[in-house]
């Protein structure tokens, strides 16, 4: 079998979208369309991609870097000027090249690989991808043959009343063999009301010399539309989540309501886990089996164990492992790590900070750079002061301590193992192995103060 070669047209504006941004690095199910475009020609086997860079091209080249070649289209002259920007990178390929469109996310490995096999089954000089549309309109339709390959494309306006009936359009998509797509290039011109070089007028080239032309069809349409629009990129991202939802309650994710819970391409969910309403699972999530997440959850790039249960709560880059609590209004900061069995009661906020196994925050209490131990009990209003204006500064609580409420522990401060803090304590040294710290002045009542003051 021959290798299979990618070319991704990627240097287009956008300019429906409205955005300094490069429309194929606009997201869509957490991560950019090109992206989702890649790692399906990935799947359906390619061995090597070209990227065409051209608006933007900076920003495209770093968010792609390490996963493909990059070319540069200086100027826009078309989609046939495009790859051919490509050939001193591909002019000797011997085998198949596929060329995508950067701004179709919902592209498929199978889908792709379906396309690639039956171009080589084939024995076709150039093969497209075609879509069945409900509503064909402004869409080149494909006009076969009787034996099922390709006598042409004709564009919507250039058809007749007969071609306007079939629904089967050009989604712009191609596998070529290497050798006649480069020579058929040389012979493409910008003869044309746009001025451009147009790469489906190498098909016309191509079945002029007498090569077969065949087209596979895509058994479901949505997998080969385009994005030109942010509502075209909202609808985008509307069938992504709902594949991914399908996707997970297939593989034993129970989602209450599917409308309203929304989950990135690359997040995975473990089984019998639970998901409630206006959950957000972002990009680089883990969650692992048994956990009830939700409702009004929003978690960034953060690894759940098993058995964890989590509401009304915002985690980013942090772990949680398994047998946690996390109550309503916790909020998990970058570097967190909760270890096993911790609770976490209300309006909680934990900043790159270790909270050991089976410790307890109960509630409205700040952790910022703290080594807590286990089995540390933190009461309520206690607050880890980090910050002097300039540095920040860890805190380190030993197995075992017990900090009463309202406590303040000025860092840098160690509190060691059993050690007990006094309510209401501002603690600034290191409170040894199995001492009482009391930092509090002492109370004072002034008897008939209220009286005289009332007077």
Not at 119 to 130: D, E, P
Not at 188 to 200: F, I, K, R, S, W
Request: with cysteine.
């Amino acid at each position: 079998m021959s290798d299979l070669v990618t070319v991704i047209l990627a240097a287009g504006k956008g300019t429906r979208m409205k955005s300094a941004l490069p429309k194929v690095l606009h997201k869509a199910g957490g991560k950019a369309m090109v992206a989702h475009v890649l790692a399906a020609a990935k799947a359906a086997g390619a061995t090597r991609q070209i990227v065409v860079t051209g608006f933007g091209g900076d920003q495209v080249r770093e968010a792609l870097a390490g996963q493909a070649e990059f070319v540069t289209q200086t100027e826009q002259l078309g989609t046939g000027h495009a790859v051919k920007m490509t050939a001193p990178l591909l002019k000797d390929t011997q085998g198949t090249i596929m060329v995508l469109c950067g701004d179709t996310p919902l592209l498929t490995g199978a889908l792709l690989k379906k396309l690639y096999d039956e171009h080589i089954a084939a024995q076709a000089k150039a093969t497209v991808l075609t879509a069945v549309m409900p509503d064909a309109t402004g869409y080149g339709r494909i006009i076969r043959q009787a034996d099922g390959s390709v006598e042409k494309i004709v564009e919507h306006k250039d058809a007749t009343e007969a071609e306007r009936a079939v629904k089967e359009v050009n989604s712009g998509i191609y596998c070529f063999d290497a050798q006649a797509l480069f020579a058929a290039l040389e012979k493409v011109t910008n003869d044309n009301a746009q001025g451009e070089y147009y790469l489906p007028d190498v098909l016309g080239i191509l079945k002029k010399q007498g090569e077969r032309i065949w087209a596979v069809a895509a058994d479901d349409f949505e997998e080969t539309l385009g994005v030109n629009s942010r509502a075209q990129l909202a609808k985008a991202e509307h069938i992504l989540r709902q594949h991914k939802n399908e996707e997970l309650m297939a593989a034993g994710v129970s989602i209450i309501d599917p409308a309203t819970t929304f989950v990135d391409a690359d997040v995975e969910v473990g089984r019998d886990t639970v998901l409630y309403p206006m959950t957000y699972l972002e990009s680089g999530t883990v969650i692992g089996e048994n956990c009830e997440i939700g409702p009004s959850v929003r978690i960034q790039n953060t690894k759940i164990g098993n058995n964890v249960t989590g509401q009304f709560l915002y985690a980013h880059d942090a772990v949680v492992d398994d047998h946690v609590k996390l109550g309503q209004f916790v909020h998990l900061r970058p570097g967190t790590h909760i270890c096993e069995g911790v609770k976490i009661d209300n309006f909680i906020e934990v900043k790159n900070s270790t909270i050991g196994k089976g410790s307890k925050l109960p509630h409205l209490s700040y952790i910022g750079d703290c080594d807590m131990g286990e089995n540390v009990n933190m009461g309520c209003g206690t607050i880890t002061v980090n910050y002097d204006g300039k540095k920040k500064f860890r805190t380190k609580i030993g197995n075992n301590a017990f900090v009463g409420c309202n406590s303040n522990l000025v860092a840098p401060v160690t509190v060691e193992d059993g050690a007990y803090i006094a309510a209401g304590s501002t603690i600034t040294q290191t409170v040894p192995k199995d001492t009482l710290a009391v930092a509090r002045a002492r109370q004072k009542n002034i008897t008939g103060w209220v009286d005289k003051r009332k007077r």
